[in-house]
């Protein structure tokens, strides 16, 4: 007897089955998890210089304000964080959800060339930018 056969002889039982099927089903649809923030992908870009022998101060004063004059400026631009330590800075800039990211990485490599001529002239190399993603950040480290 195959389970089509069955079916047909036996109705109650299958309905009682299917009714057993989406019973179970109803009640593990309401133990699903639901995010309460959905992952979201916000267009990050980081810009990182370094100056070596720089203090904090110095990095901040000579090197992130002139970029940050500069990204100011691009459009979409939500909020521009920067951090200066020893001899680096970095400006994490994090743009609104409709922003293209090319184009913003564009926006950003136009805005550093425009400010590279108000950066200190013995900076090794010019600064350069990254696409990041915030969400791909370690939430705990670990020491060997």
Do not use: H
Request: with cysteine; glycine share 4%; net charge negative.
């Amino acid at each position: 007897m195959n389970l089509p056969e069955l079916c047909i002889r036996r109705p109650v039982m299958t309905t009682l089955a299917m009714l057993a099927i989406l019973l179970s089903g109803g009640m593990a649809y309401r133990l699903l998890p639901v995010s309460d923030l959905p992952n979201v992908d916000f267009p990050t870009i980081q810009v990182r210089a370094s100056l070596p022998g720089a203090n904090p101060e110095t990095m901040a004063a000579s090197v992130a304000t002139p970029l940050e004059r500069e990204f100011s400026t691009i459009a979409g631009l939500d909020s521009m964080t920067s951090t200066s330590s020893q001899g680096s800075t970095q400006i994490t800039l994090q743009f609104s959800l409709e922003r293209d990211i090319d184009a913003a990485a564009q926006d950003v490599q136009a805005a550093i060339a425009k400010a590279a001529r108000r950066l200190p002239e013995d900076m090794p190399s010019p600064p350069t930018y990254s696409k990041v993603n915030p969400a791909d950040q370690p939430i705990m480290y670990t020491w060997p």
